[in-house]
């Protein structure tokens, strides 16, 4: 399974990025999908999720009511709009899906834990 993660760039503070997640190859992995970030110095944190049959999404404290996370089954891709950006979520942003369908429930939906497939990465930068 190979993810491809993409959108990513330079912004000021306020302003807005969408970033994608797309399987080149359909794959059932993408059930549950997840967006973590690393911010430069620091350890990889969770951001948000989606579980695709119904949509359900999770997010962290830090990015709820700023951050979207979507999904389009006809194009097979997982997106992230990003609104509202801080200098604080400047990192290289991440997608990712599990290798199994245990889903484990909240737990596993929102830690690294609950995920085996990474994409290389996007960086996101907010400064003025």
């Known amino acids: 399974v190979q993810l491809v993660e993409s959108g990513g760039g330079l912004v000021q503070p306020g302003g807005s990025l969408r970033l994608s997640c797309t399987a080149p190859?359909?794959?059932?992995?993408?059930?549950?999908t997840g967006w973590f970030h690393q911010p430069p110095g620091k350890e990889r944190e969770f951001v948000a999720a989606?579980?695709?049959?119904?949509?359900?999404?999770y997010y962290s404290d830090s990015v709820k009511g700023r951050f979207t996370v979507s999904r389009d089954s006809a194009k097979n891709t997982v997106s992230l709009q990003m609104n509202s950006l801080k200098p604080e979520d400047t990192a290289v942003y991440y997608c990712?899906?599990?290798?199994?369908?245990?889903?484990?429930?909240?737990?596993?939906?929102?830690?690294?834990?609950?995920?085996?497939?990474w994409g290389q990465g996007t960086l996101v930068t907010v400064s003025s």
């Open positions: 990712s899906v599990p290798a199994s369908t245990y889903d484990g429930g909240t737990y596993y939906y929102t830690r690294a834990e609950g995920y085996d497939i």
């Open positions: 190859t359909p794959t059932f992995n993408m059930w549950r």
């Open positions: 989606i579980r695709w049959r119904d949509a359900r999404t």
